[in-house]
């Protein structure tokens, strides 16, 4: 959309509708081109997932957990183009995993430093046999060999097989998946890899083995909203734009032919040459006006569905075994999590830990036994320590071992017909 306003020989009022980090990314690339974005959000907070605000003790609490993989070119050139890429802590490129079999044991892919792709990824997969041995690793290569070769013509047509069927065609293990699919599954969409198309791991995986830092991670050194959002805003707002927060859209006003005339708000109708949705896509759904309903374009999103998530973060009254980075946890219940007072600067802790944990599949649809998404966060927590104790055997367990002080429980919800949506009490 950005490149067809290009050639417009005066500026455009564009309202985007979603005060994300794709919302801010289309009006930063709209006040670059010369046009006047107007943002709207419907919370008092900026950064939709990747939004954070200060609790009662002055801690932040964030929607989730968030890191930056070498493989984000997006990312990385927003970054840079705004001047924060000093803002990123890489760790070692390396990526762990819990060994549940072994309680309180890691291991790690580690990737050698100076070799360049795809050779580092096949370094890291060699050198480590302590998830795969050497005929497992053989086995994969008939299914990712096409995709070295054939690249994304071979990852679409994938689509339509779930990460079970597409290893029945090419011969995997199930080892495979117990020990690595799962694993990117729930980390990459939430969910169990039996629910999910093959091509989200296909597409995760061309870009890890195909750049030499795809799949090394960043830490931001602090808060999403000082350290992304807020010089996002600044930028906008310097240029020209306007960011609004706190204004819901309340219906995508239309006319003639569907055609968008305005956007209902509380405080009125707003206007624009042009309208752009960065809203999930639930939401987009609930508002979607009736004069659309039977337009081919938009039919495509009735088939569309938000994915839940919880993501939760611990206080613990000591320090826990640290790693420095993003562990896989491998359980059941747990995607990965990360010790925030090693791995960000700003939430730095000598003395204890502050886990934050992403709780996924969330939901039966998902692929999780019961729908914790509707459970209490006190249920949640106590399933949570539970499959920490697997992780951290000798310092999370009832008698003598680490002591909550303080936790939060974030749950992302799909957004439907009876949902008063609110994620944060920002407002």
Not at 172 to 180: A, D, L, N, Q
Request: negative net charge; glycine residues 8%; hydrophobic residues 40%.
């Amino acid at each position: 959309m950005i490149a067809s306003l290009n050639g417009a020989k005066e500026s455009k009022r564009v309202v985007v509708v979603g005060g994300g980090l794709s919302g801010l990314a289309c009006a930063k690339y709209l006040v670059d081109a010369g046009h006047k974005p107007v943002v709207l959000e419907a919370r008092k907070v900026l950064g939709g997932k990747v939004s954070a605000w200060k609790d009662k003790d002055g801690n932040w609490i964030e929607t989730g957990l968030h890191i930056f993989f070498g493989a984000y070119p997006n990312m990385m050139n927003l970054f840079s183009e705004l001047d924060l890429h000093e803002r990123l802590q890489w760790k070692p490129h390396r990526m762990t995993f819990a060994m549940p079999k072994n309680p309180g044991t890691f291991t790690s892919f580690e990737f050698p430093p100076n070799v360049p792709a795809p050779f580092n990824m096949a370094a890291a997969i060699l050198s480590n046999n302590e998830m795969l041995g050497l005929v497992e690793k053989i086995q994969m290569v008939p299914g990712l060999l096409p995709m070295l070769l054939e690249g994304q013509d071979f990852i679409d047509a994938q689509d339509e097989l779930s990460v079970a069927e597409f290893m029945s065609k090419y011969g995997m293990p199930e080892s495979v998946k117990k020990e690595i699919f799962i694993a990117m599954g729930k980390a990459l969409d939430f969910m169990d890899p039996d629910k999910l198309s093959m091509s989200v791991i296909l597409t995760a995986m061309n870009r890890f083995i195909n750049e030499a830092d795809g799949s090394q991670t960043a830490f931001l050194d602090g808060n999403q909203p000082d350290r992304l959002c807020s010089p996002m805003r600044e930028y906008i707002e310097k240029r020209g734009g306007e960011v609004r927060t706190g204004v819901p859209v309340r219906e995508i006003l239309t006319g003639e032919g569907g055609r968008v005339e305005g956007l209902s708000t509380d405080g009125g109708t707003v206007e624009g040459d042009y309208y752009v949705s960065a809203m999930p896509v639930d939401v987009m759904k609930k508002l979607l006006p009736k004069a659309w309903s039977g337009m081919p374009f938009f039919t495509q999103i009735n088939e569309l569905e938000g994915v839940p998530v919880i993501n939760i973060q611990i206080w613990f009254d000591r320090k826990l075994p640290a790693l420095d980075g993003l562990c896989f946890s491998r359980s059941p219940l747990l995607s990965v999590y990360a010790d925030m007072s090693v791995c960000c600067e700003e939430y730095y802790d000598e003395n204890k830990s502050m886990l934050e944990l992403v709780f996924a599949p969330a939901t039966k649809a998902a692929g999780a036994e019961r729908n914790w998404i509707s459970e209490s966060d006190e249920d949640i927590l106590e399933a949570t320590l539970k499959e920490l104790e697997n992780v951290f055997p000798e310092d999370v367990k009832d008698e003598g071992g680490a002591k909550v002080e303080k936790y939060t429980v974030e749950q992302v919800q799909a957004i439907t017909e009876d949902t008063n949506f609110q994620l944060c009490p920002c407002g």
